[in-house]
């Protein structure tokens, strides 16, 4: 049995070190990451108080929860940080898209009510170019998102590295603490790694496992190793590929730097991993069904406006530029100077979609054209095959290709993601609106029947066409002949003062479309409809519309267009689905995407915050300092080194009085 003194020598540096525990304790209540700790100490045989071990008071549970639960809610806190600037944008009614698209359409109508009056088309021109710069404003605060998105991932790329870093250093002083020391953990550097970890928790999802040599090792969600045994580790870059301004994560490993493995955005997680997930299912859609928008909307007018005759008395001609694309190949293709690109396939501006586009190489001459989600996965049913050298022409689009291409490249086509900043308007002059109609009809006044001709439509005035440039027609004018038994013959000329003939029609069970029941004049680009009885010998003519400045059914199509489906919802549709949008349904679908992607990410940060609150106070009531309770231990301590500091002076008192009877 231990002595009195040794007992009380014992318990007051045992108090003492309590003491200094819970003092540490209190001095680091408001230290980031600190850990509460505990010494506690066992009685040794001869009564004494044995050797003392200080260590944190750790819920390993809660703390693996809290850094599950802060990678959660990081995500879904960037995600909501990046959609709302979008959202503030596209909610704005005065910046609307629409509001210009009807300001623009007012006017419209205003000129084509008084197609001769110049000042009215002025203001449909100066329409056109306020929508022009709409468009190029909203692109251009969109791809300044994109350009912010990289620069964060830059950041916090860096900032996850020197993360990774400081964890796989710590790692390496804790394994040569340990080993040098006896009793004790290196409890401080225990906190600065634990800290480390949840601030990357807050940049990735991480999973944590503990090594048999107590070092932390960090791995990815999806299973890539970030922190290994014996302080070796892999970095995180920020690359685009195939896209260079579109920058993803990737990781690198430092044992071969040109080793890197590509991230799936879905397993990334925390504010990396909720940035690029809002590119990718918000900012890049978004831009998409801007371009296509713009495009539908310039191929539209380029259309309708070459259908008719403006105030020069031409043929008209395009009322905005449209720019050409180019494909852009993976890094992993094989070196290839052949080249692809596409441009919107004149008048098929209906058939575009809001879709990148995966170009594969299938041999040296073949490729396949398949329509891709926001994620990058192929459109079931999309897939179209190609020839290089031969235009392919497909959703709206005229794939051109050079060879040489080299067999397995892919190329991704971006035909909508710029093409808002880039649409410009071709003409500035009033004049260039063809509000009239090229062609006027007549029946000759000499008829004795009922009929009568309609005032005809217009399909083409380009190639094949009986129209030429600027402003005429072939054959002027056609003379159209009812020659009984629902036939018509077409000459060009009067038949009655040597018109020649060019075709006859079969005997027609309707007197629709009459050009298009003969062969030679099927293509002329323009036709008509008899309506009423005619009789044997009746003419009707059809003449270019000279003079016509008064005329305003081509500015009639044009403002109809307002309500006209011109492109598509989707790459590929259900039969019979409704997959056209007008030009008002799409930016309008366009913001409620928008919105309700802004709205449930609020939904889910609201939600998460909630879950990692629940997380940290969980965690804090056992690793956490309470102060009161701190207090508390802190007068209890003191009065057992006090009492201790007693038993050592009775046994001095004891020893006095031994002393004292042995003289």
Known sequence: MASLLDIGISGLRASARLLQTTSTNISNLNTTGYVRQRTNYVTQFDGTVGRGTTSRVLDEFAQRQVVRDTSNFKFHESYLQEASRLDVLFSDAGSSLNTQLDNLFKELQSATNNPSVLANRQLVIGQMESLVNRFDAFSDLVLQQEESVNGQLDIHAQEANDLIQEIAELNNKIAGQTATQSGDMPNTTLDQRDEAIRKLSELLDIQVLESSKGEKLIFMASGEALVMEENEFNLLVANGDPDPRIKSIQLQYTKNNNVTTELDIDDVGGKIGGIL???????????????????ALADAFNTQNRL?????????GDLFTIPSFGAQGFQANTASAGTITATVQAGSGTNLTPNNFLITMTSATTFNMEAIDEKGNVIAGSTVAGTVGTPLNQYGLTITTTAPLANGNRYVLKPAFQAAASMQLATTRPEDLALASPIRTEKVSTNTGSADISPGTVTNTGAGSNFNAPGSLTVDPVYVRYDGGNQFSIFNGDPNAGGVLIGTTPALTNFNNILSNVPATANYGYDFNISGTPDTNDLFTVRYNTGGFNDNRNGLEL???????????????????DNGLTMHESYSSTVSFVGQKTASARTNEAAFGAILSQAEARYESVSGVNQDEEAADLIKFQQTYSAAAQVISTARTVFDTLLAAAR
């Not at 267009?561 to 259900?574: G, S």
């Open 308 to 316: 008719g005759m403006d105030l020069d008395g031409e043929i008209g």
């Open 277 to 295: 997930s809002f590119r990718q299912t918000v900012l890049e859609p978004t831009q998409n069904k801007l371009g296509q928008l713009g495009l």
């Open 559 to 577: 403002v109809g267009m307002q309500e006209k489906d011109l492109m598509k919802r989707n790459a590929v549709a259900a039969t019979g689905a």
